[in-house]
């Protein structure tokens, strides 16, 4: 009698791997969103009122954009957001278990125990790393992002390519310039993190275990991460705003040689002085494009990575 042949567990660097590809396949939709969210977000920057307005709201970000900029404008910073999302997603997604797993191991639960609260620090932590390793990224996307020949919001970088402004950041403001606004990214992301897999895995086992829908049926993926993608957006959306603006704002040289931003000191500060001049509401420019982008990007994300990893499971173990 002969014994099945038990599936090859897949290693980290596999799970990195198949996570930043779905993470590619996502922001080639949702990128036009996160071009309109980040001008919404630093439009009337620290006006009293807000100030004056160039765009009314996200669709006429896409319309202005698309006539003045073209294809090019609706889709800037689409090269650095591809390595971008390699780095965050492919951590987030390939980090998440091994972290949930060592907390449940740690705190005495099984390996199968989904524990609310280990998971979301098991999200927060997992997606912290990739926020860190991303950073580089997320700043000359941002940037890049903002940057509007025709209709300009906020500070403007022009930048050619993903090279030119490394090297240009790197050549000013030396290795800290590169990784400037990483405690923002930080906060950002681990607080997106703490609810995107958390949301998805327990909606997917609860649609599963009450016969709803079958475990392995695409439409349980898109459901699932449906409601993930709402969970982020809403927890997610004021750190998104202050890392945006933390980002894009321009910097001044001390006397020691450090450069710091003009506006702000740190995230906190950005949503304290935010708070100040525009109001609560200033929080949340931006949320419908936000949403827009970031619905998509969950769900083409989360469904990608869960088809790759069967298709791939099926491939090492011969089927």
Not at 30 to 38: C, Q, Y
Not at 65 to 86: F, K, M
Request: hydrophobic letters at 40%; proline letters at 6%; charged letters at 15%.
């Amino acid at each position: 009698m002969t014994t099945a042949k038990q599936p090859r567990p897949l290693s980290t660097l596999e799970s990195f791997l198949i996570g930043g590809v779905a993470a590619c396949c996502a922001v080639t939709v949702s990128n036009p969103a996160e071009v309109a969210k980040t001008r919404l977000q630093l439009q009337g920057e620290l006006a009293r009122g807000g100030g004056p307005r160039v765009y009314n709201n996200v669709f006429d970000v896409f319309a202005k954009t698309w006539r003045n900029e073209g294809v090019r404008g609706v889709q800037r910073g689409l090269s650095p957001a591809y390595a971008y999302q390699i780095l965050l997603n492919g951590s987030r997604l390939a980090f998440y278990e091994p972290f949930r797993l060592f907390v449940n191991k740690a705190v005495g639960y099984s390996s199968t125990d989904q524990v609310p609260w280990t998971s979301i620090m098991a999200g927060a932590s997992s997606g912290a790393v990739g926020a860190v390793l991303g950073n580089p990224m997320f700043l000359i996307k941002a940037r890049m992002q903002a940057y509007s020949p025709a209709l300009p919001v906020g500070a403007q970088h022009h930048y050619k390519n993903s090279r030119e402004a490394l090297a240009r950041i790197f050549k000013v403001e030396g290795f800290r310039g590169i990784f400037r606004g990483m405690d923002a990214a930080i906060l950002r992301t681990a607080m997106g993190s703490s609810v995107q897999l958390p949301s998805y895995n327990w909606t997917k086992t609860q649609l599963v275990s009450r016969g709803i829908l079958p475990s392995d049926s695409a439409l349980t993926f898109l459901a699932s991460s449906s409601v993930s993608g709402i969970c982020v957006c809403v927890v997610m959306q004021p750190a998104d705003t202050a890392l945006t603006r933390v980002y894009n704002q321009p910097t001044t040289r001390l006397p020691n040689g450090t450069y710091v931003g003009t506006l702000y000191k740190n995230p906190i500060d950005c949503l304290w002085k935010t708070l100040k001049a525009e109001g609560p509401l200033a929080w949340y420019k931006g949320s419908t494009a936000h949403f827009l982008r970031i619905a998509p990007h969950t769900i083409i994300t989360l469904t990608a990575n869960d088809l790759l990893l069967n298709l791939y499971r099926r491939f090492v173990n011969g089927h």
